[in-house]
Every structure is written in structure tokens, then in C-alpha cells.
């Protein structure tokens, strides 16, 4: 991500991601994005809340309700150009695991700083320096996965992460 440090710009520029088959040197699959939006960034924050890029690299999963899984199917296309396949958890049919099988979106989101230990997930830099809109979408996915916000009181956030929950507040 080439973005000014102390600043909030119009938009993420996102760059820097290889779009190569390490072995074989063909072009991967799918589409990388080139600039951060509101969908993109509420992705983000979903996976941040209540995802997880696999430890064998297939793909990146989301735990995700039905009227979540839809959305994810459109924004997954639009963003990565790739469909995303989904399966029952097994004890429950309120919620689906829902995978996108790219190598080039578990590229993105670990370029972008998504990191697999959840004790150390942080809010990726670039949302510090976005638009007011992205960083609403941004929280918006996270507060989605783990937060609550009920009528008459302050919404909160359950984390595993201590510098989450900070740069949440900040």
C-alpha cells in the first residue's frame, strides 16, 4: 500500500502485489484491486472479525449468515473477479463457511497487513487514511462479525487482539 503517512487521501492506491504463479510464472487467477473502496474495506473488516486466511494458503473463509453470504458473493466478484463457494458449518444452518479459493485475494489481504494470528490483527494502515466513508464501511464489517450495537446504549467490540480494540477507539 503507497499511501502519505500523516495524511487522508481520496483513495488507497493498493500496489505491490505479485499477480504470479511462484512455480509455473502464469498469471494467477482473478483481478487484484488498484484503489481501497467502502465494499473492499468492509470485507476487510469482516475477515478481521470473523475470518481467517487458511494455514494451507487455499483460500480466505468467512463465518457469515445468509444475508451476509450474498453480499459477500457480489463484492468478491466485483472486486476479485472470482466466485466464492460456501458449505454448511455442521451445527447449525443460521451460518455458512464461506471461502474464496484465490490466491490472489490471500495475497491482497496479507499485503495489505491482514495477519493469520488473530492475537495480532490491527487495523490495516490504510484505513487510518481514508476517506470518512471507507473507515465507516471498515468498522461497519468488523462491528458486523464482532460487535454489538444496541438501541440505547454505546455499541462495543469483542476482540482477541488488545491493539485491535486500541486503534478501534482511536
Avoid: M
Avoid at 470485507?43 to 470473523?50: E, N, V
Avoid at 458449505?87 to 444452518?93: K, L, P, Q, W
Amino acid at each position: 500500500v503507497q499511501i502519505n503517512q500523516n495524511s487522508i487521501i481520496k483513495e488507497a492506491k493498493l500496489s505491490g502485489i505479485n499477480i504470479f504463479n511462484k512455480s509455473s510464472g502464469k498469471k494467477l487467477r482473478g483481478k487484484v484491486p488498484k484503489t481501497l473502496d467502502k465494499n473492499l474495506a468492509w470485507l476487510t473488516g469482516l475477515l478481521i472479525g470473523d475470518g481467517n486466511i487458511r494455514k494451507n494458503n487455499t483460500s480466505v473463509r468467512f463465518v457469515a449468515a445468509p444475508d451476509i453470504e450474498k453480499k459477500i458473493r457480489k463484492i468478491v466478484k466485483k472486486v476479485f473477479g472470482v466466485n466464492v463457494g460456501s458449505y454448511s458449518t455442521g451445527n447449525t444452518d443460521k451460518v455458512k463457511h464461506v471461502e474464496i479459493f484465490s490466491v490472489l485475494a490471500i495475497r491482497f489481504f496479507e499485503h495489505i497487513g491482514v495477519l493469520r494470528n488473530k492475537a495480532k490483527l490491527r487495523v490495516p494502515k490504510f484505513v487510518f487514511q481514508s476517506p470518512a466513508d471507507v473507515v465507516r464501511a471498515f468498522l461497519n464489517g468488523l462491528f458486523i462479525a464482532d460487535g454489538y450495537i444496541p438501541k440505547k446504549d454505546v455499541p462495543y467490540l469483542t476482540t482477541a487482539s488488545y491493539k485491535l480494540g486500541e486503534e478501534v477507539c482511536a
